[in-house]
């Protein structure tokens, strides 16, 4: 269904989809995605989870560095009040802070902005403002983690089937049942198996949504400095989807974390909060993960880019009418 990744959409659909008026075409979308929302924020609230609302401007955000998967094109600083702040690129540091302070174990429905850079408007796959639903979840390990996605997408595609039967059919799509658990693969295995392209390749070859471990990234996710091994993991969708799903169990110690901003580039200061928790020995052990939520409902209405989704479409390098 889905074309070649990389090259999913072209120019005209882009200019048609950052069109005003394409609205109308798209609004069984906006009705899935409605019932998509509904079912994992009511299973959420459900397991005990707490909701709580984002920020988008801080002295602080996710540096997004070092990532494979990152091609930022800029980062947005303004002043406010005589003071530097930023667009939120992720609410991770904010995560850190507030599981450790209370609540223990909550979700928030953040909005992210990220410059990506132009040529990922093809992809089908990227977006310049987006959604993420994340949790978090003190003392957690990753399978608690995996256990939380796993039901609330899982719900959610079962209502949509049970629900939107007439919408699915005019839409065309022939949505499956996701049945957890889902498989675990490293991400070393996978380079084993179809070599360093293997993130290019993984959502062509599964059949059923894949957790991949152990990817090298940000100074704030959990590595185990003697094996080498990162404690962190993506969810991968079928039919060339691929990615969804981002998070960590987390470093919580003064000296590890110290060392990896260090070892990144990055500045001190810039996480001095989350510094001064870990120093106090307050920073809490945790768990938890961000889900895009514009990603996932164009998975379940079988989009073929995920603006698709967006009432008015963010596409890198594409600044729409409205
Ligand atoms: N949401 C991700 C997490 O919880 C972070 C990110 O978006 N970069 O780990």
Redesign the pocket.
Known sequence: MVLEVGRRVDDASIAELTRADSIEKRRAHFAVGTVVLKTMVEELIDMGFEWVLPVMLSRTT?P?WP?PGASIEKRIELEIYGERVRTM????VH?RVLVSLGPEKFFIL?P?IRIEKRERAYTGWHLYEFT?L???MAYARMQDVFRVYERIMSAAVRRVREEMRDVLQALGRELPELRPPFKVVSRRELVKKYGEDWERRLPHEIREPVWVTDIP??F??YEDFETGEWR?YDLYLPEGYGEV????E?EYEYEKMLTKIKRDGLRAEDFEVLLRLAREGRLKPSA????GVERFIAYVVGARHVAEVQPFPRIPGFVGEL
Do not use: T
Request: aromatic share 4%.
């Open positions: 996710d997004l990532d690129q992720s609410m991770i995560k953040s992210n993420q994340e949790i978090e990234r940000e704030y996710d962190n799903i981002s998070g960590a987390r938890g993960a961000g889900l």
